[in-house]
Structure formats: structure tokens, C-alpha cells
């Protein structure tokens, strides 16, 4: 079954508005999350880092007052995207490490944004 | 600078063998890992190596030579639904994923 939950799965805004989704770790304690964005025939690219309880840690380049992400619990961070524009539409997905052997990363399902 | 290198695209024929290469340069090594990925949807985990040599898991299988920087995964058997895309990564010093832009297998009849 799945191990991280990731909402919604599609999502298609107007220009200027927010955009808030959500990922869940389901089997585990995360205390560590991590967002990454996919353009179309691209790597998969860290945005930030996201830490419970703290501030995320945001690579170089990604726009903390335009990204902006909260893991307030053990099982739940959100990123929302705000004031999003056209090229802002991308594939985001959510992804938990779990500390075992592999340290595997597990992903949720991924949020195809479209900004129109 | 860190950097992952793999075939932008390969074609291979049902019931066939397959190998996709990855080669990379990182700040560090703490393990690689094969992901399929579907159109549209998020990576699975496949495979980890973290010694050198050849991991195998029923028709998949992932070779390391961390001397070399270098990994493949054979994929045996092909089945239509081996089409997709496959990413190497490699987790660096500092336990981050480094994520190479995928390999699109495209499994022809």
C-alpha cells in the first residue's frame, strides 16, 4: 500500500492564486520531507527540504516567499505555491525518507499544476 | 559540480535484455538508486547499491563500480510494460539525493 499520500493529483488555477498541497507520510513518522519539481522530459529537481517543527531549507534559486512550505506535524507538510503564474506549471511531488537499511525514498504520487 | 549522466533515450524489443548506463560525479557517494517512473506519475524504487557488484531482483538487476563512477541496471524479459522512464541517483556526502534527468525505454513488440 501507499506509503506517502500526496493531494490533490491534478490541479489547474487561474494566474495570481495560491495553490496549497499536501503530502502525508502514512506508515511512519517524517520528520524530514522532502518537495521536488519535474519539468516535462527533465530531472526531478529539490525545491526544499522540509523539517518539522523548523523552517524548511530551500535550495538556491527557489523563492521562500513564493513556495511556501509547512510540516507542522510528524505526518503532514504542505507546500503552497503562491501568487502562481503559467510558468509555475509543473509536476510536484513529495518524497520521505525512510531511515531503514536503504534509507529508500518513497514518493507520493505527484501534483500536476497547470496555471492558465 | 555534481552531475549524473544517462542515455536521454532507448529502444529496445519485447521479451529482450536491455542495459541502461548511468555514469556520475558527486561530492561524496553514500549509495546509488534506480527509480522507474511513469508518464505522469511519481518514481518507484527498484534497486540500491552501495558495494560494488551486482544486486538481483527477479528481472531486474543493478551493477556498481564505485571506482569507475559507474552503474547500470539490465532489465531482462522486456514486457510492454517496462516502457517508461528510468532515474539514477546518487546520494552524496551529505545524504542528498542527485537525481540524473532519466532514461525514456520505449518496449516495441
Known amino acids: 500500500g501507499a506509503v506517502v499520500s500526496q493531494h490533490p493529483s491534478r490541479v489547474i488555477c487561474k494566474s495570481g492564486t495560491s495553490v496549497k498541497i499536501e503530502c502525508r507520510s502514512l506508515?511512519?513518522?517524517?520528520?524530514?520531507m522532502f518537495w521536488y519539481r519535474q519539468f516535462p522530459k527533465q530531472s526531478l529537481m529539490l525545491m526544499a527540504t522540509?523539517?518539522?517543527?523548523?523552517?524548511?531549507?530551500?535550495e538556491q534559486g527557489v523563492e521562500k516567499d513564493k513556495f511556501l512550505i509547512n510540516h507542522a506535524s510528524l505526518t503532514l507538510s504542505t507546500l503552497t505555491v503562491t501568487s502562481a503564474h503559467p510558468e509555475d506549471s509543473s509536476f510536484y511531488i513529495c518524497?520521505?525518507?525512510?531511515?531503514?537499511?536503504?534509507?529508500?525514498?518513497?514518493f507520493g504520487q505527484g501534483t500536476r499544476l497547470t496555471v492558465v | 559540480g555534481q552531475n549524473i549522466d544517462q542515455p536521454t533515450e532507448m529502444t529496445a524489443t519485447e521479451g529482450a535484455i536491455v542495459q541502461i548506463n548511468c555514469t556520475y560525479q558527486?561530492?561524496?557517494?553514500?549509495?546509488l538508486f534506480w527509480y522507474q517512473q511513469h508518464a505522469g506519475e511519481a518514481p518507484t524504487f527498484l534497486s540500491y547499491?552501495?558495494l560494488d557488484g551486482l544486486e538481483e531482483k527477479g528481472r531486474f538487476s543493478s551493477f556498481l563500480s564505485r571506482s569507475k563512477g559507474y552503474s547500470y541496471l539490465l532489465l531482462k524479459e522486456l514486457q510492454m510494460k517496462d516502457s517508461a522512464s528510468y532515474l539514477c541517483?546518487?546520494?552524496?556526502?551529505?545524504?542528498?539525493?542527485?537525481w540524473g534527468a532519466g532514461t525514456k525505454l520505449i518496449i516495441k513488440p
Open positions: 518524497s520521505v525518507a525512510y531511515e531503514g537499511r536503504i534509507t529508500e525514498a518513497f
Open positions: 506508515d511512519f513518522q517524517a520528520t524530514t
Open positions: 522540509s523539517n518539522e517543527g523548523s523552517k524548511a531549507t530551500y
Open positions: 558527486t561530492s561524496g557517494f553514500n549509495g
Open positions: 547499491n552501495v
Open positions: 541517483a546518487v546520494r552524496d556526502s551529505n545524504y542528498q539525493l542527485i
